[in-house]
């Protein structure tokens, strides 16, 4: 059974940096390009980051560039989202999310991410 | 740059009904590259629809997706209690790659 388990989510000052983490099982997590999506609160689903299957392509949404980094241990079957100078903005459940081709065929369940002083 | 705009907003209907959700594209997409999402309040979404038409794993026949080009179409038959949610379509290639969303409210 495939299964995504994201932690690492909380309450974090503006400014301040938080480390998200995905911990993939049930399936060859080295296979597949992988994603994080968020969702502010009461608002739609955004895109935010993704990585190729070796970590060798990394793309992130415009208002994130510069300032969070995708990033993938396989021998770990992990993927990480780290973000730095964060915004009220950021604020918002985090999903990691495995990539089937064009699509988001699973999802983890979510962390939340709070910025507020 | 592609958006989605999905409509309508809102559909309010009852449990037996039948529900047509629309997706409109501001170019272009490749149906296969087209997908719909099912979300419930604190639940992450679930992959609903790929390839336009193609119902993914466990996904019950009531729902049917439909359309080419710029216009996309997700059909539910007959309105279960469980199908009163949230709807998202999505496109591949492009930023950003979520529509706004449906809600499908109990009338």
């Known amino acids: 059974e495939v299964q995504l388990v994201e932690s690492g989510g909380g309450l974090v000052q503006p400014g301040g940096s938080l480390r998200l983490s995905c911990a993939a099982s049930g399936f060859t997590f080295s296979s597949y390009w992988m994603s994080w999506v968020r969702q502010a609160p009461g608002k739609g689903l955004e895109w935010v980051a993704n990585i190729k299957q070796d970590g060798s392509e990394k793309y992130y949404v415009d208002s994130v560039k510069g300032r969070f980094t995708i990033s993938r241990d396989n021998a770990k079957n992990s993927l990480y989202l780290q973000m730095n100078s964060l915004r009220a903005e950021d604020t918002a459940v985090y999903y990691c999310a495995r990539e089937d081709y064009w699509n988001y065929d699973y999802w983890g369940q979510g962390t939340l991410v709070t910025v507020s002083s | 740059e592609i958006v989605l705009t999905q409509s309508p907003g809102t559909l309010s209907l009852s449990p037996g009904e039948r529900a047509t959700l629309s997706c409109r594209a501001s170019?272009?997409?490749?149906?296969?590259?087209l997908a719909w999402y099912q979300q419930k309040p604190g639940q992450a979404p679930r992959l609903l629809i790929y390839g336009a038409s193609s119902r993914a794993t466990g996904i019950p026949d009531r729902f049917s997706g439909s359309g080419s080009g710029t216009d996309f179409t997700l059909t539910i038959s007959r309105l279960e209690p469980e199908d009163f949610a949230v709807y998202y379509c999505q496109q591949y290639g492009s930023s950003p790659p979520f529509g706004q969303g449906t809600r499908l409210e109990i009338k």
């Open positions: 170019q272009s997409v490749s149906s296969s590259y």
